[in-house]
């Protein structure tokens, strides 16, 4: 049999850096933080903002604009906005194929182009702007190829390239695609190949939908409220010694209200206890998972990388926002109170809500802001890397790196160089640095500049500074160093520095097609029939 190192990359979906054990949460999570513990825990990995972003980045080792979704799914009409995967880059699955590896891939895709959920019948998957997985470099793919999904009854699913008609009456998706995954796992082991597979999740992402069993396990928890929740987690990260300073926690988000004056505070609870039995779902499936490679006797040949698309997630489930793009009904005609009302309960399959703002604070403690920004709370994830006997790190790793390191990672990994042309297209450079010599303990820092645009959030990272905007407003300049809870804005006492990371910046942008909002927004709102993109 081949000794090629096997790799697992599992991304969660809308998980807040402050969600796992590891990082200073509550909620159970024994098997990843077992990762993070027996491995290399890096505290200063970014996303995209943004899941598709993310996602486009993360398995083609370019920035999202030059993978060509710039944004989300929606065709804005220029490369960097196609809204899916352009064809002169490649897929992490269409280099290690090149390289003698089996590709498999469970869970949601997400980098195919646009979708909507109420109109399954029209949907033209597998076209040229509709890309699948098996289309881009996969053996196998069982899941999803659009952004969310109903987590017991979902809308569409494809097994390879045939659409799933039937669930068995106790599906849920995180255990589906778990056990889907250990399947392609075992056919790879049983044909001698050394196996890629990408796990990629849904969860915590909204709906909030959890097992009866699950919640249970969360009664009482969240009745302290976000505030104590906030607090708690950042005195653990500081007792854990987390990071390299003690930062001063950001304080609570201008929107949300202090806990004693919130409304229907059992309801803001079991948001939050469903939201962490999504969490903790997960951490059990991927423990399912562990102990199969284990069985198996591929458990000491793979390396295991975990992280999470953005930030926690601030958006509200409004009935006729979000909500009204997604199937009111079960599969099996059962209805579905669309929305986050009060008067109903989050968790079982017959509701469609999300945890908001208030939670996503928590969730992303100490940092500002959520998903959608580039501020440290939307784009900050802690990156879980286990390799046994060729990675170890006991204390956590602060070198500051990007989801378009992955892939050169993985490639040093495998031994294969990156492939130069695919389909009669020559291929884009990668624009990521290996972390294998980070994650073997050797002195490392990123050489160029990391880079973010999303919905004219803007941002760049260079050494100890980090220059951001929110869209419409000034830069704000940091030393994120002293203060990645982004609290002292040093724009005007290091003008010089400043200005130079502006011109970097620009630079980058103008090379990469990055659009002005003002000009992107109203086609994605046409493209959406929408009024507004705040869901």
Known sequence: MSRKPNIILILADDLGFADLGCTGSEIRTPNIDSLARDGALLTAMYNCARCCPTRASLLTGLYPHNAGIGHMGADLGTP?????????????AEHLRA???????????????DFMAREVDSWRVGDVDHPTPRQRGF???????????????????LEDDTRVETWPDDFYFTDAITDKAIGMVEEAVAMEQPFFLYLAHTAPHWPLHAHPEDIARYDGVYGRGWDALRAA???TMNAMGLFQTNWQISPRDEDVCPWKAAQHKDWEARKMATYAAMVDRMDQSIGTLLAALKRMGQFDNTLILFLSDNGGCAEFMAEDGWAKFFPDTTHDGRHIEMGNRPEIMPGSALTYQSYDKPWANVSNAPFRKFKH???EGGISTPLIAHWPGRIAAPVPLHA????????PTILEVAGARPISELGGHGMQPLEGESLLD?????????????FFEHEGNSAIRLGQFKLVRLHGQDWELYDIEADRTELNNLVRGESDQARTLIAQYQDWADKTGV???NIALPRLLAAWQMDNAEG
């Open 438 to 450: 980070l994650l073997r303990g050797k002195d490392w820092a990123r050489e160029q500049p990391i």
């Open 139 to 157: 053996d196998r793919f069982y899941g999803i190829v659009d952004g969310v999904t109903h987590f017991f009854s979902p809308h569409y699913m």
């Open 400 to 407: 500051a790196c990007h989801v378009v390191d992955i892939l």
């Open 99 to 113: 390289a003698g590896y089996r590709t498999c891939m469970s869970g949601k895709w997400h980098v195919g182009g």
């Open 80 to 92: 960097a906005y196609r809204g899916f995967l352009r064809n002169d880059c490649a897929t992490i």
């Open 373 to 375: 920004y580039v501020h």
């Open 515 to 517: 659009l002005d909002w």
């Open 233 to 235: 987690r950042h005195e």
